[in-house]
């Protein structure tokens, strides 16, 4: 069946989804995991990367600026793995060999070359749902991987409960902020 599955993962909800489907295909099938987290500008939350035009208008503040950035930045990387050491230490102690790795770029294409580069015979990712209109301008990673990869994918939709929490957040939070 499987002998190596890459899981790529995000901070998300869906990040927790892919992992527990990931963990269970490999106990399934005895392969070992490959955790990736891609530090990406896609991420939600990913801390705000301030553009060289900005320091002109403040040029005081461009020392400051770029240290609050830069720590910010670090903070970010380091609950990357923060989150890929815990998902690691779960998957070990089930009984499942893994790895992981953190890298910079483009969701896709990393989880792509990765996915070559280490052999895998699986990929499982998540499917944020994005459709239309936000689907055609934001792109999909898992579009993207499903048309470039060298190996099966398996993609993990939302479940509706999680789907039904956020929507019910993103109403409290709407209705509180009038």
Not at 38 to 59: H, K, R
Request: charged letters at 15%.
């Amino acid at each position: 069946m499987f002998k190596k599955i890459l899981v790529a993962l995000d901070r998300s909800e869906m990040g927790k989804q892919v992992f527990a489907q990931g963990l269970a295909l490999a106990k399934m099938s005895g392969a070992s995991l490959m955790l990736l987290h891609v530090l990406s500008v896609e991420e939600e939350g990913i801390p705000y990367v301030p553009i060289a035009s900005s320091f002109d208008y403040y040029s005081g503040m461009t020392e400051q600026a770029f240290e609050f950035q830069q720590q910010q930045w670090e903070k970010w990387k380091n609950q990357g793995i923060e989150m890929l050491q815990h998902f690691s230490a779960q998957a070990n102690t089930a009984g499942v060999n893994t790895e992981f790795t953190q890298k910079l770029g483009s969701p896709g294409r990393v989880i792509c070359d990765l996915a070559s580069s280490w052999g895998a015979d699986l990929i499982v990712i998540g499917r944020r749902g994005h459709s239309g209109m936000a689907e055609l301008f934001l792109g999909s990673v898992s579009n993207y991987v499903l048309h470039h990869t060298p190996c099966s994918v398996h993609v993990v939709h939302l479940a509706v409960s999680a789907k039904e929490a956020k929507a019910v957040e993103e109403t409290t939070s709407a209705s509180t902020s009038s």
